[in-house]
């Protein structure tokens, strides 16, 4: 397994040894003792995620205010623009935001710790995304990041896509100065 931290230093891509031959693939797409070596602290899932998505559905940028969320994302089918936007209080990185691509032919991970705001963009027709997440989902707590926050200036590959397809909760995303900051 091969770990690059990304500009925000708690931020990982993963990438795990894949074993190739006449019959096909084989990885390890989740070890418990890697991980936590990796992270550098114990992480305890509690829940998996599993989303389908058309191309040019952009989702996020998702927080909770209420039990934040770890998360390990992996794409198992076609390809995604994932990205982790830093809301920790007392970060040196606040406000920064990290991109990373993701796909079923790549095997990349991206581990984001508790206190980030979390989105996609598929780029593939159609883009399969799990991700197991270190908290439950508390819907009272949910909050939106505007996507597009010229404060935060989220670089999204768009072109060839128009103009993104959101939820209506996603078009409602928060300004940044008015989004809450985590920690």
């Known amino acids: 397994m091969k770990v690059t ?5 708690e931020v990982l891509i993963i990438e795990p040894t894949v074993f190739v031959d006449a019959r096909g693939a084989f990885f390890e797409s989740w070890n418990q003792a890697r991980l936590d070596q990796a992270v ?5 899932f509690v829940q ?19 039990q934040p969320q770890g998360k390990l994302v992996r794409v198992v089918r076609g390809r995604v623009f994932d990205v982790a936007v830093d809301l920790r209080r007392d970060s040196p990185h606040l406000g920064r935001w990290v991109g990373v691509e993701l796909s079923a032919q790549n095997h990349r991970q991206l581990w984001i710790p508790p206190g980030f ?26 909050r939106t990041l505007a996507w597009n ?10 072109q060839g896509l128009g103009d993104p397809r959101l939820s209506p909760k996603d078009e409602q995303g928060l300004a940044w100065d008015d989004c809450p900051r985590l920690g």
Do not use: M
């Open 149 to 158: 926050d010229p404060t935060v200036g989220i670089d999204w590959p768009l």
């Open 117 to 142: 705001a979390h989105g996609f963009l598929v780029l593939s027709e159609e883009a399969e995304c799990l991700y197991k997440t270190t908290d439950y989902y508390a819907p009272q707590g949910e």
């Open 40 to 44: 550098g602290q114990p992480v305890r």
């Open 48 to 66: 998996d995620n599993h989303s389908v998505s058309a191309q040019g559905v952009l989702r996020g940028l998702h927080l909770q205010v209420v």
């Open 5 to 9: 931290p990304t500009r925000i230093p």
